[in-house]
């Protein structure tokens, strides 16, 4: 099984401000199939990225994803308010499918 | 509109038996793959099983053995039947449609002796 460990746990910003979300597999993500999603209280989670770089539908240019192998970044380059939630990672590419612990992005 | 509606879930006792169901609309169900993702309360995300277009189906190690999805083309509806409940199942199910493009709602299940 592949582990994704994601970092930081939190990460303190202020609306205006760049953040960089950390995944790392513990092996080889199959044709990148790594994809990133927000989710917020109450609420299912959304698709934000696919394939690694791939915006989902809707989503704003604000979110991009990068990355390859084991190494992949979630990046949001200015904080909006509605933008503090956690996110989470998430590989397909060989079962079973895995989830990072998540990256919870609050407001300093 | 593609949309994803779960029900079925509710309060069990350990050992027992509930079906959750994911009905579908703006898509059908058995041309693409669809998936069972559970969130404990407070906790991540956890796959639990998968149904290919093709029929073929793949669990969560935790879940093997107890749970089985399958789907109604008729109906164009997922299920996840659950037998043998435990405490660690309790959680809120969502179904998923390919590895996540689009969600439903979710359906607690709440496990308790």
């Known amino acids: 099984e592949i582990v994704l460990t994601q970092s930081p746990g939190t990460l303190s910003l202020s609306p205006g401000e760049r953040a960089t979300l950390s995944c790392r597999a513990s092996q080889s993500v199959s044709s990148s199939y790594l994809a990133w999603y927000q989710q917020k209280p109450g609420q299912a989670p959304r698709l934000l990225i696919y394939d690694a770089s791939n915006r989902a539908t809707g989503i704003s240019d604000r979110f991009s994803g990068s990355g390859s192998g084991t190494d992949f970044t979630l990046t949001i380059s200015r904080l909006e308010p509605e933008d503090f939630a956690v996110y989470y990672c998430q590989q397909y590419g060989s079962s079973p499918w895995t989830f990072g612990q998540g990256t919870k992005v609050e407001i300093k | 509109e593609v949309q994803l509606v779960e029900s079925g879930g509710g309060l069990i006792q350990t050992g027992g038996t509930l079906r959750l169901s994911c009905a579908a609309s703006g898509f059908t169900v058995s041309t693409t793959y669809m998936n069972w993702v559970r969130q404990a309360p407070g906790k991540g995300l956890e796959w639990v099983s998968v149904i290919y277009s093709g029929g073929t189906t793949y669990y969560a190690d935790s879940v093997k053995g107890r749970f089985t999805i399958s789907r109604d083309n008729s109906k164009n509806t997922l299920y996840l039947q659950m037998n043998s409940l435990r405490a660690e199942d309790t959680a809120v199910y969502y179904c998923?449609?390919?590895?996540?493009?689009?969600w439903g709602q979710g359906t607690l299940v709440t496990v308790s002796s």
């Open positions: 998923a449609r390919r590895f996540g493009e689009t």
